[in-house]
Structures are given as C-alpha cells and as structure tokens.
C-alpha cells in the first residue's frame, strides 16, 4: 500500500443546526418545497462548512470504511457508486453492495465521479480528496457535490472511541436517520463493553504495529484510531507518543522499545507470511522479546480504520493478545 494522505486538519465534526429528533426512516416522499423532518443540517467537516436541506440521495463512497459505515445504515439505496476496496464487504452487507456500481478499483478520477452524478461524495481518507488529482472538495462543490470526510482525518485532540459514535450519529443526521445510527451506536458499545469485561484487570502487553517498510517500519501511531484499539483490547502501543496516525521509525527504535508483541497489518500484496519472515531475519530485531519468543497477532487494515469493523477488530486483537481471557 502506498502510504496514505494522513494530513490532521484542524477542525473536528460538529454539528451547528439540524438538532431536531431527525426523520428519514419512514421512506415517504415529501412534497418538493417542504424541508423534512430534522432538516436543514449544518455541519463543519475538516474545516469545510456544508448545509444539507435534505437528505443526499445519489452518494459515492471513496474508501471501503466509509462505504460500510453507509451500508451499516441501511443507505445502499442512496449509493450511486464506491470504489477503492482493501478486502471483500463485511458478509452482512454482500447483498446490499452488490447493487451499488463500482466506479473505479481505486481512487476515481474527478471526471468519473461527476459521471456518477452524484449529490453527495463521502471519503475515508483525506486523499479521497486531493486536490492535485483535481478531485478538490472545492472542485467538488461547484459542481454540485458536497463531500464529507472521515472524522478520524481531522482529529480535535487524541483519538478515543466516541469518535465511532461521532460519525455515526453525524452521518444518521446528514441522511435523515439517526434511529439507525442509534441502533449501530449501541451494537458498538456492546461489543466494546463485552471486550472490557473479558479482559477485566490483565496487564497490557507492549505492542509494535508493523503495517509496512524494509529500510524504516511503517507503524501506527497515537493519533489514530489503531493506536485506540490497541488499548481497547490490552495492549499499550510503544509508539502511542508518535503524534500522527501513521509514521516511520527506524527498527533500532522498536529493538531499543523492545516490545513483547507484534502486531502486522494485514492488506496488499505482502502477506503477513511474508512480513513474520522479514520481521524475523531482520538482524536489528533479534533481541526483542516479540521476535525471540515469534509473538504475532494479525489485523485486517480494513478493521484499523474508523469505521463499523472497529469493534471486531478490538475483539480478535484482544483474543490473540490474552487468549486465556477468551476460553
């Protein structure tokens, strides 16, 4: 995976207007110069201030988090296009994407996502964005298209897991359903409390991410929601004081933290098959506790992003770092 655009702007998602109870979820029609139910919203989005004065009902999703997030709130009908997949949709929502065109295996150019015709572009990453690719969210705008982006691309302060909830409910107010987001929002809290429970008062394991890199390692940092599942699921990240989402280090930094596991982000080309062997040859790391006693624990990169898999993802981390809380 080529590192991704992980700028951290400066403005966090709140919502100014549309505070009303929301409506949407009935499905009927209303009458063209009526506002529905909860509506207009305003929102501020990384900076970007948008009023919705209705729901959008030709969406295009650009990373796959986003796309399940939408799908997770029952909106493929609004979907008009996706694109850019790191693995297959959740099994849960196969039906519900099989409808929905993929515009482009990665990101799509402005040109094909106007092709689309679309009211509302929504992107997991703020490269979805880029403006050097002519897909600006200003270029956006003036051609009729609001865009929103993940919230973890534009963190207030250290990412927490309410943020989930923030997106959730932000985007249950921009489409005009918060009951389903409420719904979502609870099955979240659920499957987080449950991990908390299991793991009860176990010691943390000192954990390395290793996401990618053979001169430098490309790992996670503190500013991102990976470095939060980490702890969710007992363990303590040893580069949690990188102030980004993602950075490099160099491997005489992880041997000096020596950390007893190690987490590989699982995506693309290099397996983690690959990636254990590596990380296992490598001469730099020979004495750290994680290479000589070969402790692994695998995470699908879809799972490490803001989205609904988070929860999951927390789960089958925490497993693999305390089995014995899980027999």
């Known amino acids: 995976m080529a590192k991704r655009s992980l700028s951290l702007l400066a403005a966090a998602v709140f919502l100014i207007a549309g505070c009303g109870s929301g409506g949407g979820d009935d499905g009927k029609d209303r009458a063209a110069g009526d506002a529905p ?6 929102l501020t989005n990384c900076g970007v201030k948008t009023t919705y004065e209705r729901p959008p009902k030709r969406a295009v999703t650009l990373n796959q988090h986003v796309t399940e997030i939408l799908l ?11 694109a850019f997949l790191d693995d297959e949709i959740l099994p849960e ?22 092709a689309a015709e679309p009211d509302f572009a929504y992107g997991g990453f703020s490269s979805a964005f880029d403006e050097k690719e002519g897909r600006g969210r ?3 705008a003036k051609a009729g298209v609001n865009s929103y982006v993940n919230v973890e691309e534009c963190p207030p302060g250290p990412m927490s897991m309410e943020l989930i909830e923030t997106e959730l409910r932000t985007l249950g107010k921009v489409f ?3 009951d389903r987001a409420d719904r979502e929002i609870e099955k979240v809290r659920t499957a987080l409390k449950d991990v908390e429970e299991k793991l009860g008062d176990t010691e943390p394991v000192e954990v390395f991410v290793y996401d990618s890199g053979d001169k430098t390692a490309f790992t996670a940092g503190g500013a ?6 980490i702890e969710q699921a007992g363990g303590q990240n040893v580069f949690a004081d990188l102030d980004k989402q993602f950075g ?12 007893e596991a190690i987490v ?18 490598n001469p730099a790391l020979k004495d750290v506790p994680a290479i000589k006693n070969e402790r692994f624990a695998v995470l699908p990169l879809s799972s490490t992003v803001l989205g609904v898999r988070v929860p999951a993802g927390v789960d089958g981390l925490a497993r693999q770092l305390h089995p014995a809380r899980f027999r």
């Not at 490099?248 to 950390?259: G, K, N, T, W, Y």
């Open 37 to 42: 139910e909860g509506f207009p919203v305003t």
């Open 72 to 82: 997770a709130l029952g909106l493929e009908k609004s979907m008009v296009g996706t």
């Open 93 to 114: 929502y196969a039906e519900a994407y099989r409808g929905i065109e993929v515009i482009s295996d990665e990101y799509p150019s402005f040109e094909n996502i106007l």
């Open 138 to 140: 200003e270029a956006l």
């Open 176 to 178: 005009g359903v918060p």
């Open 224 to 229: 991102g929601i990976g470095n939060e599942m």
């Open 248 to 259: 490099d280090v160099s491997f005489e930094q992880v041997a000096e933290r020596a950390p």
């Open 264 to 281: 590989i982000y699982d995506y693309g080309d290099t397996s983690v098959a690959q990636k254990k062997k590596f990380l296992l040859a």
